[in-house]
């Protein structure tokens, strides 16, 4: 069975920093894209960043404007990913969640095309 497990979420100030950690298991990842969406209250899930395999242990990187420069996704080993977030805003609030899917060469923002999800972690930013 697949588990996708986020950590590293919290309460910080606008400003400061926080890093996200995603750990998964159940199959192997290694041909997988992750990646990291949020959703904010009354809002839908949006996409935030992603990290895909495209060759031998090559990955690229892609991020959502609204975080880009801000944040950092790193594809710590194959089946786990990070999030480092700096210089956080009040609209970064949300339930941040961790999202693989098959792949890498295939560029998606889409939150349909991912298949497996984890529980969320919260972040909330305090202005």
């Known amino acids: 069975q697949v588990h996708l497990v986020e950590s590293g979420g919290g309460l910080v100030q606008a400003g400061d920093s926080l890093r996200l950690s995603c750990a998964a298991s159940?199959?192997?990842?290694?041909?997988?894209?992750m990646g990291w969406f949020r959703q904010a209250p009354e809002k839908e899930r949006e996409f935030v960043a992603q990290?895909?395999?495209?060759?031998?242990?090559?990955?690229?990187a892609d991020y959502a404007d609204s975080v880009k420069a801000r944040f950092i996704i790193a594809r710590v080993n194959a089946s786990a990913v990070s999030l480092q977030m700096n210089s956080l805003k009040p609209e970064d609030t949300a339930v941040y969640y961790c999202?693989?899917?098959?792949?890498?060469?295939?560029?998606?923002?889409?939150?349909?095309?991912?298949?497996?999800w984890g529980q969320g972690t919260q972040v909330t930013v305090s202005s």
């Open positions: 999202a693989a899917r098959v792949g890498g060469v295939i560029v998606s923002s889409d939150p349909r095309d991912y298949r497996y």
């Open positions: 990290t895909r395999p495209v060759g031998g242990t090559t990955h690229y």
């Open positions: 159940g199959r192997t990842f290694a041909s997988f894209t």
